[in-house]
């Protein structure tokens, strides 16, 4: 039986430093009852504050220091330089292969069985001293979809900067020179939205996700400037390629986002990947009824479907995952059974309360 995974923080609390800024009248709120995305904002909050403290810390033994040596030296004066470390991303590089071409064409979908999870993969987190919080990076849903389709159509643009012929008489530094520029096309977006917190919980995955898809490309730039080893590229390239385009996809059938004609390649490479993936078989026997009821929740929880039909497919199976992922509720096997219909039904009553 499934449970809930609930990540306790309870000891860098008790350590004084605050969960959420909220005001000290205002009502305890539970670890428990915060959302993935909120429990993320409040990591993110206090690995800052942490940060912070080590480098202040830092700063006072190098002062200390710097005195002790002014004592035993004559005066020398020591000066002692901080940064604060992010930890590394990680990467599900898939054994594929995709080009820009004049709307990113040209992907091919062997080896990849399914899109990569962005979770946290490359999200920023909050750098110590910027002052920058959670509540400063949070996008209304609006301006999500505004942005992002202004950063694929700016791609598109850079994209067809070269004509097919163009690009096949490259050779290989210079057709990665000019996927790498494709790629920095949207790096305004991605520094915008790589540690954002958006409105609905389906959409910070679907922004995560995307974000992830470009922090691989823009590892694969460093890995051919650092190896010039075309697979290892060529699989960071690629398996960004397709997290991208998993989210555009359905950002594109569910949210009614516009995207110029470069979506066309996306949706073709995606259905290539679900083919490959086979048939979505995990929940064939579950009761029709059930799957309905699942999909209406799945609507009203902002993980959106479809129109609820009782058949389990791909897009419903996804949303399940996702829902359990980002509340916290494992193992995310995106099975149909009571346990799944209760803990839905408890997160749509904790919405309206």
């Not at 000019?178 to 949207?186: D, K, V």
């Amino acid at each position: 039986m499934r449970g809930k995974r609930w990540t306790l923080l309870f000891a860098a609390c008790a350590a004084g430093t605050a969960l959420l800024a909220y005001p000290a009248s205002a009502v305890t709120v539970k670890w428990e009852d915060l959302t993935n995305a909120q429990q993320k904002a409040a990591y993110q909050s206090l690995e800052s504050e942490n940060e912070s403290l080590r480098a202040q810390l830092k700063e006072l033994q190098a002062q200390t220091a710097a005195g002790s040596s002014a004592d035993n030296n004559g005066g020398a004066s020591a000066d002692g330089e901080t940064s604060a470390g992010s930890a590394a991303d990680s990467d599900d590089a898939a054994p594929a292969d995709a080009s820009d071409g004049n709307a990113e064409s040209g992907a091919d979908a062997q080896g990849i069985a399914g899109s990569g999870s962005g979770g946290d993969a490359d999200s920023g987190s909050t750098a110590a001293g910027s002052g920058e919080s959670a509540q400063t990076q949070r996008k209304d849903t609006a301006t999500f979809l505004k942005d992002i389709g202004a950063s694929f159509e700016k791609r598109q643009t850079e994209a067809g900067t070269c004509s097919a012929d163009q690009i096949a008489q490259m050779s290989a530094s210079d057709l990665w020179a000019y996927r790498f520029r494709c790629a920095e096309a949207e790096r305004d977006f991605y520094e915008a939205y790589k540690g954002a917190q958006l409105e609905s919980l389906n959409l910070q995955y679907l922004c995560d996700e995307y974000c992830a898809g470009l922090g691989k490309q823009y590892k694969a730039e460093t890995a051919w400037k650092d190896t010039q080893d075309a697979d290892k590229t060529s699989q960071l390239y690629s398996a960004g390629y397709y997290n991208r385009a998993y989210a555009l996809v359905e950002l594109h059938d569910y949210y009614s986002l516009e995207l110029p004609d470069g979506y066309q390649d996306l949706k073709e490479a995606v259905d290539k990947m679900n083919a490959a993936a086979g048939a979505e078989t995990r929940n064939a026997s579950a009761d029709s009824a059930a799957v309905k009821k699942v999909q209406e929740l799945l609507n009203a929880l902002g993980f959106l479907c479809g129109t609820p039909d009782g058949i389990c497919g791909r897009q419903t199976v996804s949303c399940i995952e996702r829902f359990q992922t980002m509340y916290g509720f494992e193992p995310a096997d995106g099975l149909i059974d009571d346990e799944l219909l209760g803990q839905m039904q408890e997160m749509l009553n904790r919405q309206g309360a």
